[in-house]
């Protein structure tokens, strides 16, 4: 099988490798906006060949698209115009509602997967890309009716073939759920560093006491504004939504310590502490 | 050399489990409210026996005490009365300046030795103990001018035996920089299990989606209350200055949001980004 992947960074880069690896595909076509991306993932044995979008697109069974929200909104469209009705194009990004939304009506929509892999880093370009990354994570589909029932079956074969389980959900049921679980996390980790280079004017202070504990909570403040804007963009109202719940609950803590009332203080720490329960089953 | 140690917890056990790795300590006594502990300790050969605090400190050259700040601060002046004048007693509490005071005017001061190693995880109890854990951490010694030059030589051969390097600063100060560096860390973290476990009521979905994100800045979360109420309870004035701080960060990332200001949001999320420069030193 023959792939193209458009953007060959942290993700696309990721799956081009394990799907190598694992002989599902043998022929990758690199297409990117950066040269020294693309030279770095030829270099790298990700990709086989640069190309542009339309011989790329020619010469694949499969196009994925690896690429920040917005900047795929606008190249889903010209994707499907290019292709056949024997290819599947699918994408990797964080929202979904509005990449669906922006070929509802195309001729070719059913030749098109909307796809989110639960897994990523805080970094990026194709020397990030590990084969391993996606092993035991989820795999999203979203709004299966709208595609061919062979293009899901291609995704498919892929997501098992990056060890991924496969979890069916609606864009907006997506997006909801993603603003909870990834989206809050990013916006709560960059504040997080915001507060500490604020109050903390010392430097070297931070780099020698940062224990573990900090280093994990902020490590996804070290995530580009690239990839992070469009996503907040796209899915502003979920995000606005649980980022005023994120700040009345940490008023919840402020107001317990100003009022010395460490008893509500260790209730809600002990209410925090059933994410235990959940994460760990 | 014989250690006694109180509270064979994670932290304690860790540290008996080490300076036994590394043959400075040839006996370890275990002091603990809880008879499970003590049992589980021996059977990991974290202690070799069970004492009570008079025994235990009668035969031992060091003791360590590794329980929550607020107990630390109690049975501190109990353990300098029953020591003797070539015995030292460090602490590993996240707070120091109440501990320091607590025992500023006692006669047997200079023997104690005020600690705190830059390490922890979100478990407890001797079972989570490892000898590794403090490997190219710092550990902080404050006020070393209130103990006795062998006291804090004592103390600098136990933490070079944990492969830690060594920080002096006040206690006042330690207490300010632990509320940038690791006290607003788990304050973030618990409000974000709580506004999670507000927001979504799919239980299994947060279990299902949940990527290795989230679960990084959750993971603080999972930390008790009987170790961190005191914490914030000792070092509130501290804590709530920078939490007050921490909600006016998150309210500019609202507010760019509400506003559709994404240029503001890109700026927000670059200057977050400098906590990589910062961190990977």
Chains 1, 2 share one sequence.
């Not at 960074?9 to 076509?29: M, N, Q, R, T």
């Not at 040269?35 to 694949?60: P, R, V, W, Y």
């Not at 994120?246 to 809600?268: P, V």
Request: net charge negative.
């Amino acid at each position: 099988m023959k792939l193209s992947i458009i953007g060959v960074g942290l993700i696309g880069g990721s799956i081009a490798l394990k799907l190598k690896e694992k002989k599902i595909v043998d022929f990758v076509c690199g297409i990117d906006n950066s040269q020294d991306n693309l030279n770095e993932a030829l270099a790298l044995n990700i990709i086989d060949e640069k190309a542009d979008l339309e011989d790329g697109i020619k010469n694949s069974d499969v196009i994925i698209i690896a690429i920040p929200v917005d900047a795929t909104r606008k190249i889903l469209p010209k994707v499907l115009d290019l292709m056949s009705d024997s290819q599947t194009v699918m994408d990797v990004g964080s929202t979904k509602a509005g990449i669906v939304e922006s070929v509802k009506n195309h001729a070719r929509r059913s030749r098109f997967v909307a796809f989110h892999p639960m897994w990523g880093t805080e970094n990026n370009g194709p020397k990030s890309a590990i084969a391993e990354s996606f092993s035991g994570k989820a795999g999203v589909i979203c709004n299966r009716e709208e595609s061919a029932q062979d293009a899901i079956k291609m995704v498919e074969t892929i997501v098992e073939s990056l060890d991924m389980h496969t979890i069916f959900m609606n864009a907006e049921a997506h997006d909801l759920h993603t603003a909870y679980i990834s989206h809050i996390s990013h916006i709560t980790s960059y504040a997080l560093a915001n507060t500490v280079l604020e109050k903390e004017k010392e430097e070297d202070t931070i780099f020698q006491l940062a224990s573990s504990g900090f280093s994990s909570t902020v490590r996804l403040a070290k995530s580009h504004p690239e990839m992070w804007v469009p996503i907040f963009k796209q899915n502003k109202e979920n995000v606005l939504d649980v980022l005023n719940e994120h700040i009345s609950q940490l008023k919840k803590f402020k107001s317990a310590l100003e009022k010395e009332n460490f008893e509500y203080l260790g209730e809600l720490i002990e209410n925090a502490n059933k994410i235990r329960g959940i994460l760990d089953k």
